[in-house]
């Protein structure tokens, strides 16, 4: 069943156009990986889809056949969509436990669902926790603040596991991680993956492919995916890079 | 029909006010208080009204908080009904010595000084001024200036009573005091309380002031704290203003502070349409530390104003001011922090931070702090901003699915737990938060069962 439908779409940033016509279409169970050089409009892709207020001057995006890009992020977040972000936020002064207590509760209301009780709460959250193999200290501070670069990414395949989405846009949450705890990452996608979700995985290293295994890998570059191709395509790159495709591109 | 507005001289209307009541007032209070009146209606006449020239009162309009409907009560307080029926302090776990004040006066005006452990004295001040002469009349007055604020000289003129807290050498208060200034009248009101604060060397207390109106006159307070902490001593002082939007606020406050003692003094500024609050401190004596927090959430049109003055008048002592400010609507205001370091203040550490959040276009505030240095080894930071809540954090909570309402909330809340995770009395702490939050959510902020609310 398709889930997203990304038609022609083009973003600008102060005057500057960053997605120039770009076009995607996700399935259900599907996983998708992007990869590209830095700055062709990767996370500007992510942030679009999530509801960051960007400028679109052109396309359109339907998600379960309906107009994604006016509905706000948390109606987004609602409807199944989670983004792993490139640069988690601090929030000094938000608990952790506060954070995500309203949120998933936010969430289970926009089902029907009673909010959970504090103790189920937090044992939804130990669970999670042992999951990601996140660090029980963590949770007791306010968001990612002053967390380490790999802890900030952790916390968000925690809250991942957490909420549950349909449809979850990682954002190079891969970089900056350690071996062990690029494995837990990939292993925190996998458990989630069935029939019913997809996942679009932001990343500029194939290794993290090995573990999640896209059905598809796509190249943006220049603000449009300039080749697609299985997951063959992501050792093609790491071993030659992406001159090659550029070259493609501009000829 | 013509209307022809009368120019109201507020000066005037004191100066005559207090010729026709001197006999009144000083029969009300002590000599101790009396004997300083006179000076003080000649400073009052000197000076005026402040006005928005005066760069300590630029942005407050004081003399539009004085109408003339405001009507001043001298004499014997008739009160028609028991105060308890109305007024009870509902916070869970708060365990206080209680002392009300209605209407600027002590609510039990025969009742003795009371004695608690270690010596502890509480009570009226005028009582105090008779009971205790030796010990108020060598502070009483002292630490107050009334150099450049006709304000206090008029407080000094009128006030005839107020509470007397005295700490004698080693005293350890283990509960809390609380002071409760309630607002309750049939017409619209006046008062000017006076309260004198002394700690001895090595004493040590935690002080809570709640300020209340019960009923939906306007009223006008203007009142005047002296406190006195003496070497060792560990003074803290919780203020929550709270009273209804009809209602101004003048509130002074002056404290002394000896060698290596500590004072923390918070203000949590929740309602009130028009709050000036003015903090003096002067470090006197070496190694002194002093805390001054604020925290002041307005709405709707409300003013509200803080200014903070902290004298380093010795060696070796360190001051942090925090204030933190959330404006939504038309709401208005000033921070105004100085620090001065005198020329043989060396080794002085002073910070200063304001912080506010304009949540509209229309919202205000003025930030100015102000430095006067003249020790050269010294250690001064202040940093003063003013914005709108973090969009990336704003974004970041809605893309997990909280609403935008919520997300702002959470942020505002955020910013004002700095300042309420600084009140030392728990039971308090958490009921401030609680009304913090429901402030902030725009729901009814009342602090007791009140059943009124007029906002
Ligand atoms: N707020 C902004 N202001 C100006 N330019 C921006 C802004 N956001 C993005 N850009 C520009 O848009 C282009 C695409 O940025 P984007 O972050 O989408 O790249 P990316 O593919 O995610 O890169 P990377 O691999 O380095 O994460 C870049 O040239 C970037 O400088
Ligand atoms: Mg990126």
Redesign the pocket.
């Known amino acids: 069943m398709q889930m997203l439908k990304i038609k022609d779409l083009r973003v600008t940033?102060?005057d500057?156009e960053?997605l120039k016509g770009f076009n995607l279409e996700v399935n259900a169970g599907e996983v998708h990986a992007i990869m590209?050089?830095?700055?062709?409009?990767?996370?500007?892709?992510?942030?679009v889809l999530a509801g960051r207020d960007l400028t679109v001057t052109g396309g359109k995006v339907l998600y379960n056949g309906e107009d994604l890009l006016e509905k706000s992020p948390e109606q987004r977040a609602k409807e199944g969509i989670f983004l792993g972000f490139?640069y988690p936020i601090e929030i000094p002064g938000v608990s952790m436990v506060n954070f995500l207590k309203t949120a998933v509760n936010e969430l289970r209301e926009s089902r029907g669902e009673k909010p959970l009780s504090a103790s189920d709460f937090l044992k939804l959250m130990r669970e999670k926790k042992e999951l990601v193999e996140i660090d029980s200290t963590l949770t007791n501070r306010s968001v990612n603040e002053g967390f380490s670069g790999g802890e900030k990414k952790k916390n968000e395949i925690f809250q991942m596991a957490m909420l549950e989405p349909k449809l979850a846009i990682l954002?190079?949450t891969d970089s900056g991680l350690d071996i062990d705890a690029l494995r837990i990452v990939a292993n925190g996608v996998n458990k989630l993956k069935s029939k019913e979700r997809a996942s679009i995985v932001?990343t500029?290293y194939q290794r993290l492919l090995d573990y999640i295994v896209p059905d598809f890998v796509h190249v943006?570059y220049d603000g449009r995916i300039v080749k697609s191709g299985d997951k063959d395509l992501a050792l093609l790159l790491e071993e030659k890079g992406y001159e090659w495709i550029k070259e493609e591109a501009g000829a | 029909m013509s209307t022809v507005k009368q120019e109201y001289d507020v000066k005037k209307h004191f100066l005559e006010l207090f010729r026709e009541n001197r006999s009144v007032i000083d029969s009300g209070s002590a000599p101790l208080m009396n004997k300083q009146r006179e000076g003080a209606i000649e400073e009052f006449e000197r000076l005026g009204i402040p006005s928005q020239k005066s760069e300590k009162y630029r942005y407050a309009d004081i003399n539009g908080v004085f109408n003339p409907n405001l009507s001043k009560s001298f004499g014997v307080q008739k009160v028609s009904f028991n105060i308890h029926d109305i007024f009870e302090c509902d916070i869970p776990d708060l365990d206080t010595n209680l002392i009300l004040l209605v209407n600027g006066r002590y609510f039990n005006k025969e009742e003795p000084l009371r004695e608690l452990q270690g010596g502890i004295i509480t009570g009226s001040l005028a009582r105090a001024s008779k009971d205790m002469p030796q010990i108020v009349e060598k502070y009483y007055n002292s630490a107050a200036s009334t150099e450049d604020d006709s304000l206090v000289a008029l407080n000094t003129a009128f006030a005839q009573d107020g509470v007397f807290i005295y700490l004698p050498k080693d005293a350890v208060l283990e509960k809390p005091l609380q002071i409760v200034n309630i607002m309750i009248h049939e017409t619209d009101l006046m008062a000017q309380h006076r309260n004198l604060f002394i700690a001895e060397e090595n004493s040590s207390a935690k002080v809570v002031v709640c300020d209340h109106t019960l009923s939906p006159n306007k009223f006008l307070t203007n009142g005047v704290t002296e406190i006195y902490a003496a070497s060792n001593s560990n003074f803290d002082l919780s203020k929550i203003q709270n009273e209804h939007n009809g209602s101004a606020q003048l509130s002074h406050t002056f404290l002394e502070q000896e060698s290596e003692s500590t004072v923390f003094t918070n203000t949590v500024s929740l309602h009130g349409g028009f709050v000036r609050n003015n903090m003096f401190v002067r470090l006197n004596g070496e190694g002194s530390e002093n805390h001054t927090l604020g925290l002041y959430l307005a709405d709707k049109t409300q003013y509200i104003d803080n200014y903070v003055k902290i004298d380093h008048a010795s060696p070796g002592c360190s001051s942090r001011q925090l204030f933190k400010g959330v404006m939504d609507d038309q709401a208005s205001g000033s921070f105004n922090g100085t620090i001065v370091a005198r020329k043989d203040a060396q080794k002085t550490n002073a910070y200063q931070a304001n912080n506010n959040i304009l949540l509209t276009d229309d919202a205000r505030i003025n930030s100015r702090p102000q430095l006067e240095i003249y020790a050269d080894d010294v250690k001064c930071s202040h940093g003063s901003t003013t914005g709108q809540l973090d969009e990336n954090a704003m974004f970041y909570m809605r893309s997990r699915g909280i609403p935008e309402r919520e997300a702002r909330l959470l942020l505002m809340y955020a910013f004002a737990y700095e300042v309420v995770n600084q009140i030392h009395v728990k039971p308090l702490r958490l009921r401030i938060d609680d009304l913090v939050n429901k402030r902030l959510r725009g729901e009814l902020s009342r602090c007791n069962n009140c059943a009124m609310n007029c906002e």
Do not use: V, Y
């Not at chain 1, 590209?36 to 942030?47: E, F, Q, V």
């Open positions: 940033i102060e500057q960053i590209g050089p830095n700055g062709s409009g990767k996370s500007t892709l992510a942030a490139q954002d190079e932001i500029h943006l």
